[in-house]
């Protein structure tokens, strides 16, 4: 049985005793045994590893084969979640979109907490829902401060465990809406109650994301500062580290890997007429019956 407590306080803790934590995409139960289980040794010596899993709406979505557009609702949800909980103990955060109506907000705060999500991120957009990275080039409206700081305020105020991270993810330089909007909404954010702020760019360069966290930090602006480095890929996870944040989150590269794989393979049987040609690039019978404990009882 999931201990609602541990995976809360877990991640909580965490911003606490990290200076920044790797967060890893995980759509289903195996990948989030791989997510916990992936052990690094740096030629430092240094030995690193994912720190929390991300349930992530586009990924849930297209694993589903339907659109990103705000289409599940937790209640959609909750069955894959409670399976990833069955084998995987990591602090999972989960990609709520724009978390809907405030009051259906509420209730979705119920349900994730009881079902031990550990933190739940929302974005400041209304209407209908489209990907973050398509920016400007398909219709998306910003909400506006005051409705989004009221959203905050309901879902924090309808948690039962303070230590369940309402976390507010901004738009503002996705929609190019300008670094003065992006570090005000922000703040007033932090002051509605956010545990946490995402700041999302579709700025390859990578340059409004490091000058927006040298100009984050204000006086009573202490939370942690997450990014997602979906378009930014060459800046690496020391380098947002040392431009100050606080989780660094590996969005959707798990589900994005697995189809090219799949694609590969797929692909590869029809060509070659068989499958001896594929073997090397599929994990092993033994190996597969190995996986996971229990299998050869």
Known sequence: MVNNNVFRSDLATLFNDKRCLRVLEAHSPLSALLAEHTRLELVTGEHVSYDAIWSSSLTDSTLRGLPDIEILTPGNRLH???????????????DADTGGKPEHFAIYIKMLERAGVAAVVIEDKCGLKKNSLLGNSVRQEQESVESFCEKIRIGCASREHPNMMVIARCESLILDNGMADAIARSVAYVEAGADAIIIHSRGKDGREILEFAKLFRQPGVQVPLICIPTSYTHLRFDELENAGFNGVIYANHMLRGSYLAMRNIATGILANGRTQELESSCLGIDEILDLVPGTRW
């Open 80 to 94: 894959g979640i409670h399976e990833i909980f069955d084998v995987c103990s990591m602090p999972l955060i989960y």
